[in-house]
């Protein structure tokens, strides 16, 4: 699946389960220190990790199908 179908995937979840009051989280990690990428990424596993819990906790129906980096910050598909 591509990111964009993956996107437009969640959008639709979100659509589909907003009337159970379900929310749709959908969230990049950030350029991660990973032996994919010779751990030259930005941020650690661990940090990355943390943030994303953080964000996940604080989803609301309103942010459902959202786009959003690590650091908080909405991406457009």
Same mark, same amino acid.
């Given at each position: 699946?591509?990111?964009?179908?993956?996107?437009?995937?969640?959008?639709?979840?979100?659509?589909?389960?907003?009337?159970? *009051?379900?929310? /749709? %989280?959908?969230?990049?990690?950030?350029?991660?220190?990973?032996?994919? #990428?010779?751990?030259?990424?930005?941020? +650690?596993?661990?940090?990355?990790? *943390?943030?994303? /819990? %953080?964000?996940?906790?604080?989803?609301?129906?309103?942010?459902?199908? #959202?786009?959003?980096?690590?650091?908080? +910050?909405?991406?457009?598909?």
């Amino acid at each position: 699946m591509s990111k964009a179908a993956l996107n437009a995937a969640a959008m639709s979840l979100s659509h589909d389960l907003a009337h159970n *009051k379900v929310a /749709v %989280g959908v969230y990049h990690p950030g350029y991660v220190q990973t032996d994919m #990428v010779n751990y030259g990424g930005d941020i +650690s596993a661990s940090d990355s990790a *943390k943030k994303l /819990v %953080g964000l996940i906790n604080n989803l609301t129906l309103i942010e459902s199908g #959202v786009f959003k980096h690590s650091n908080g +910050s909405i991406l457009p598909w």
